[in-house]
């Protein structure tokens, strides 16, 4: 909503006050004021000039030579290309010295031969929006009534010397979408009365219901609807006051009844709609749901098609508007309407915001019946209107009105103690403040041994149980005022648990690998859910949900991660590492909720190492992403307890695939996507892994351990095994381990070979043993003692032989 302050002192005595000090005071009472715009800022020198002559350049078509009186001295010449400059014009002049928006600064020139001593100006060029500006002046100069007093401030006379506060409204506080609404706002902080405005005119002896009658068929979506009658208008330009007015809130000026029904809008924050009496085709406004398919021409020239939940206002045969919404062309007012019909409604907010919705309209009037409007003043904004087209436009009010108010309004009234008050802001205001504070707000209140009884105007459709009238009572009093207190308990500093501890750990390991953390969607669809899931479960569903991609709770965060990784490919990003620690959402049955369990996903696709200057380049694989998880279990003091098992899973390469195991319980897996699903989701070769982050951070671990660095030196035996083809290298590596004894410290793999030098099903695979003492040197006796062990055990264990 934008105020302008020039406007709000019509209604609320703002003497003292700045635009910023009222800023700052209407935020602290809980309405956000997110902008203070001065219009004028960075504007000097502009007058309103005259033109006296206008002729021709003698050196270009499209420039015209005017002398024009600015006030004071003598007439100057200024070159102007504007197509409607003319001859008697009054116009802003912006004088030389003069200094426009963007610090554009006018001096004497020579246009083609002649000389310009000022420019006259356009509203665009002195900071209006050109969305803003009369349709007449949107490609020329602004052209000021010819009663404007030639010299004075043009500046003042185009009411841009005011500022504009743009208020943050919440859904709730759709009181302060008109100016009344915020002066009654105003009002209440700087404890000064509101003053309404003029609703006087005269009636002639013809009466409106001789014109026109009403009848409503939807009386649940339309319980108020008035109608009079204006005859004699004469449609023309509204006053420049108001123009400047609507300009300033970011409504265009159009006709002066068109700008009558919008101000007042912004004034009482009803909407008002003005049809073409004599276009309206017939006597009788009938209000009714729409048939379903049937169409209306709105006034942005487009042919609609309702549906049969829509409501709209007809002549008895066809629409002519759009409740609430947008009227049609078939009835609209143009420059020779000369009687009126204006319309004042209360709409219900659900049905305006379907159609608004449907028809991908949202105007002002629609923004206010949906959030609700005040039903004390559909009468009163009819009342003002006609009184403002009585003065503005020459219209003759016809006698009486023609309504059909069937609308049931009850006052809210509110029963409050002070205690309760106190007791929920956790301090004393005394009653006769909380009395002053809801008079101010202009409740009726009547209070008795510390009870009050408050009566909430229309105005105030948000305040309906205690809590709200507690609200009111702390902002009105100031939140600053509100005392802190610190706890009296005993304080206890707090810390980060282990599990915590233990996940910032892995983040910051996965982080410093080169991985990106990703946040995704716990809401995926059916056909997604079970996807990749390192447990079974059945399916969680939505009892409402938004959409069917975003319908179930997930098993499994990899099928959300990978369509990050498709939307980073397909935008040139040939290198992707991204990890995610998200909950997924185990079923317990119907009727009971999931269990939500906490994983580790990961997925790396493109170059995982690359060096441009030596063209050397490594694209990621299995390898790299078992090194990434070793190097995570190491972190965690898992490394030696977690085995790798090699496994075919739906969607995972059937050749490139292990599960993860702590002590035979299944804790992860890794693998590569399988081909045909890196085609479905359009991915390069794509590794991933899935970890149950939740079991692997709970488990005991073995305290760290930390031993001097050798004093004797090591002595290293290279095997080469022959065994069958299916058997693990990873089982082989762990009884060598067990075998060795304490004098075997370390068992690394470093040769796999097959080929026709062996056996078919055969293979060798290479170790390279470590033995060393920490007491002492070690004997050949010893080390030979220790490795004999070992290979009695792969032979009898594996049938392993050494190879020749």
Same mark, same amino acid.
């Given at each position: 909503?934008?105020?302008?302050?020039?406007?709000?002192?019509?209604?609320?005595?703002?003497?003292?006050?700045?635009?910023?000090?009222?800023?700052?005071?209407?935020?602290?009472?809980?309405?956000?004021?997110?902008? +203070?715009?001065?219009?004028?800022?960075?504007?000097?020198?502009?007058?309103?000039?005259?033109?006296?002559?206008?002729?021709?350049?003698?050196?270009? !078509?499209?420039?015209?030579?005017?002398?024009?009186?600015?006030?004071?001295?003598?007439?100057?010449?200024?070159?102007?290309?504007?197509?409607?400059?003319?001859?008697?014009?009054?116009?802003?002049?912006? &004088?030389?010295?003069?200094?426009?928006?963007?610090?554009?600064?006018?001096?004497?020139?020579?246009?083609?031969?002649?000389?310009?001593?000022?420019?006259?100006?356009?509203?665009?060029?002195?900071?209006?929006?050109?969305?803003?500006?009369?349709?007449?002046?949107?490609?020329?100069?602004?052209?000021? =009534?010819?009663?404007?007093?030639?010299?004075?401030?043009?500046?003042?006379?185009?009411?841009?010397?005011?500022?504009?506060?743009?208020?943050?409204?919440?859904?709730?506080? $759709?009181?302060?979408?008109?100016?009344?609404?915020?002066?009654?706002?105003?009002?209440?902080?700087?404890?000064?009365? +509101?003053?309404?405005?003029?609703?006087?005119?005269?009636?002639?002896?013809?009466?409106?219901?001789?014109?026109?009658?009403?009848?409503?068929?939807?009386?649940?979506?339309?319980?108020?609807?008035?109608?009079?009658?204006?005859?004699?208008?004469?449609?023309?330009?509204?006053?420049?006051?108001?123009?400047?007015?609507?300009?300033?809130?970011?409504?265009?000026?159009?006709?002066?009844?068109?700008?009558?029904?919008?101000?007042?809008?912004?004034?009482?924050?009803?909407?008002?709609?003005?049809? !073409?009496?004599?276009?309206?085709?017939?006597?009788?406004?009938? +209000?009714?749901?729409?048939?379903?398919?049937?169409?209306?021409?709105?006034?942005?020239?487009?042919?609609?098609?309702?549906?049969?939940?829509?409501?709209?206002?007809?002549?008895?045969?066809?629409?002519?508007?759009?409740?609430?919404?947008?009227?049609?062309?078939?009835?609209?007012?143009?420059?020779?309407?000369?009687?009126?019909?204006?319309?004042?409604?209360?709409?219900?907010?659900?049905?305006?915001?379907?159609?608004?919705?449907?028809?991908?309209?949202?105007?002002?009037?629609?923004?206010?019946?949906?959030?609700?409007?005040?039903?004390?003043?559909?009468?009163?904004?009819?009342?003002?209107?006609?009184?403002?087209?009585?003065?503005?436009?020459?219209?003759?009010?016809?006698?009486?009105?023609?309504?059909?108010?069937?609308?049931?309004?009850?006052?809210?009234?509110?029963?409050?103690?002070?205690?309760?008050?106190?007791?929920?802001?956790?301090?004393?205001?005394?009653?006769?403040?909380?009395?002053?504070?809801?008079?101010?707000?202009?409740?009726?209140?009547?209070?008795?041994?510390?009870?009050?009884?408050?009566?909430?105007?229309?105005?105030?459709?948000?305040?309906?149980?205690?809590?709200?009238?507690?609200?009111?009572?702390?902002?009105?009093?100031?939140?600053?005022?509100? %005392?802190? &207190?610190?706890?009296?308990?005993?304080?206890? =500093?707090?810390?980060?648990?282990?599990?915590?501890?233990?996940?910032?750990?892995?983040?910051?390991?996965? #982080?410093?690998?080169?991985?990106?953390?990703?946040?995704?969607?716990?809401?995926?669809?059916?056909?997604?859910?079970?996807?990749?899931?390192?447990?079974?479960?059945?399916?969680?569903?939505?009892?409402? %949900?938004?959409?069917?991609?975003?319908?179930?709770?997930?098993?499994?965060?990899? %099928?959300?991660?990978?369509?990050?990784?498709?939307?980073?490919?397909?935008?040139?990003?040939?290198?992707?590492?991204?990890?995610?620690?998200?909950?997924?959402?185990?079923?317990?049955?119907?009727?009971?909720?999931?269990?939500?369990?906490?994983?580790?996903?990961?997925?790396?696709?493109?170059?995982?190492?690359?060096? =441009?200057?030596?063209?050397?380049?490594?694209?990621?694989?299995?390898?790299?992403?078992?090194?990434?998880?070793?190097?995570?279990?190491?972190?965690?003091?898992?490394?030696?307890?977690?085995?790798?098992?090699?496994?075919?899973?739906?969607?995972?390469?059937?050749?490139?695939?292990?599960?993860?195991?702590?002590?035979?319980?299944?804790?992860?897996?890794?693998?590569?996507?399988?081909?045909?699903?890196?085609? #479905?989701?359009?991915?390069?070769?794509?590794?991933?892994?899935?970890?149950?982050?939740?079991?692997?951070?709970?488990?005991?671990?073995?305290?760290?351990?930390?031993?001097?660095?050798?004093?004797?030196?090591?002595?290293?035996?290279?095997?080469?095994?022959?065994?069958?083809?299916?058997?693990?290298?990873?089982?082989?590596?762990?009884?060598?381990?067990?075998?060795?004894?304490?004098?075997?410290?370390? +068992?690394?793999?470093?040769?796999?070979?097959?080929? !026709?030098?062996?056996?078919?099903?055969?293979? $060798?695979?290479?170790?390279?043993?470590?033995?060393?003492?920490?007491?002492?040197?070690?004997? !050949?006796?010893?080390?030979?003692?220790?490795?004999?062990?070992?290979?009695?055990?792969?032979?009898?264990?594996?049938?392993?032989?050494?190879?020749?």
């Amino acid at each position: 909503m934008f105020v302008s302050y020039n406007w709000l002192r019509q209604y609320v005595d703002l003497s003292g006050v700045t635009p910023e000090e009222l800023a700052e005071k209407i935020t602290r009472t809980g309405i956000e004021v997110e902008a +203070v715009e001065q219009l004028n800022q960075g504007i000097s020198g502009v007058v309103i000039g005259h033109v006296l002559e206008k002729e021709q350049h003698p050196n270009a !078509d499209k420039l015209n030579k005017c002398l024009v009186d600015l006030g004071k001295g003598n007439p100057v010449q200024i070159i102007c290309g504007a197509p409607n400059v003319d001859q008697g014009q009054k116009v802003a002049v912006a &004088t030389v010295g003069a200094v426009l928006p963007g610090n554009f600064k006018i001096k004497k020139a020579k246009l083609r031969g002649e000389e310009s001593n000022g420019m006259i100006c356009s509203l665009q060029e002195l900071g209006v929006e050109g969305k803003l500006v009369a349709k007449e002046y949107s490609e020329g100069i602004f052209v000021f =009534p010819r009663d404007a007093q030639t010299g004075t401030d043009a500046l003042e006379e185009l009411q841009l010397n005011d500022t504009v506060l743009e208020l943050g409204l919440t859904p709730n506080r $759709s009181d302060c979408l008109s100016m009344l609404g915020v002066a009654y706002e105003v009002a209440a902080i700087l404890e000064k009365e +509101v003053k309404l405005p003029e609703l006087s005119y005269e009636e002639t002896a013809e009466k409106a219901s001789d014109y026109i009658s009403v009848k409503v068929e939807a009386v649940k979506e339309n319980p108020v609807y008035i109608a009079k009658v204006i005859k004699n208008v004469a449609i023309g330009p509204s006053p420049l006051w108001m123009q400047t007015r609507l300009m300033a809130a970011g409504i265009r000026p159009h006709n002066n009844v068109v700008d009558i029904t919008n101000f007042v809008l912004l004034e009482y924050g009803q909407p008002l709609h003005a049809f !073409d009496y004599d276009r309206f085709g017939s006597k009788e406004i009938v +209000v009714r749901l729409a048939n379903e398919e049937e169409t209306i021409v709105t006034l942005d020239d487009q042919k609609r098609t309702l549906k049969d939940d829509h409501l709209v206002i007809t002549n008895g045969r066809e629409p002519v508007a759009i409740a609430g919404v947008m009227g049609g062309e078939n009835s609209e007012v143009q420059k020779d309407t000369t009687t009126v019909l204006l319309e004042s409604a209360y709409f219900d907010g659900k049905s305006i915001r379907r159609a608004s919705k449907d028809h991908g309209l949202r105007s002002e009037a629609s923004t206010r019946f949906e959030k609700g409007v005040d039903p004390d003043r559909v009468k009163a904004a009819a009342e003002r209107a006609v009184h403002l087209m009585e003065l503005y436009a020459g219209g003759e009010v016809l006698q009486g009105t023609v309504e059909f108010d069937q609308l049931q309004v009850k006052p809210v009234t509110i029963q409050i103690t002070a205690q309760k008050i106190n007791q929920v802001l956790g301090m004393h205001i005394s009653s006769e403040n909380i009395t002053s504070i809801f008079k101010r707000l202009g409740f009726e209140v009547e209070a008795a041994e510390n009870q009050f009884t408050v009566t909430v105007p229309s105005r105030r459709g948000d305040i309906t149980i205690e809590e709200d009238l507690v609200e009111e009572v702390a902002r009105l009093y100031g939140y600053d005022n509100i %005392p802190s &207190t610190l706890p009296t308990s005993e304080a206890h =500093p707090g810390k980060l648990s282990v599990y915590q501890e233990k996940r910032r750990k892995v983040r910051r390991y996965l #982080e410093g690998s080169g991985l990106y953390q990703a946040i995704t969607y716990s809401l995926t669809s059916k056909e997604k859910a079970s996807m990749l899931a390192l447990e079974s479960s059945e399916l969680t569903k939505l009892s409402l %949900p938004m959409s069917e991609e975003r319908s179930i709770l997930r098993l499994s965060i990899l %099928p959300q991660l990978l369509e990050a990784v498709k939307y980073n490919l397909a935008r040139q990003m040939d290198q992707v590492s991204l990890y995610e620690i998200g909950s997924v959402f185990l079923s317990k049955g119907e009727g009971n909720q999931p269990a939500e369990k906490e994983r580790l996903a990961g997925a790396i696709t493109g170059l995982w190492h690359i060096h =441009p200057w030596q063209g050397e380049k490594k694209p990621v694989d299995f390898y790299v992403m078992k090194g990434l998880l070793d190097g995570l279990f190491d972190q965690l003091g898992l490394l030696e307890q977690i085995q790798y098992k090699q496994v075919k899973r739906e969607a995972m390469h059937p050749g490139r695939t292990a599960e993860l195991y702590f002590a035979d319980k299944l804790v992860g897996f890794v693998g590569q996507l399988h081909p045909s699903v890196q085609k #479905e989701l359009d991915l390069t070769e794509t590794y991933v892994f899935e970890l149950a982050l939740e079991d692997l951070l709970t488990l005991d671990t073995e305290p760290v351990y930390y031993q001097p660095i050798p004093r004797y030196p090591s002595i290293s035996r290279d095997i080469a095994l022959v065994v069958d083809e299916q058997v693990v290298a990873g089982d082989l590596r762990k009884v060598i381990f067990e075998t060795g004894g304490h004098l075997l410290k370390d +068992v690394q793999i470093f040769d796999l070979y097959k080929g !026709d030098r062996l056996e078919a099903g055969k293979k $060798s695979l290479a170790f390279s043993l470590k033995y060393f003492d920490p007491e002492k040197t070690l004997t !050949d006796e010893e080390v030979t003692k220790a490795h004999e062990k070992v290979l009695e055990k792969v032979q009898e264990k594996f049938g392993a032989s050494l190879r020749g």
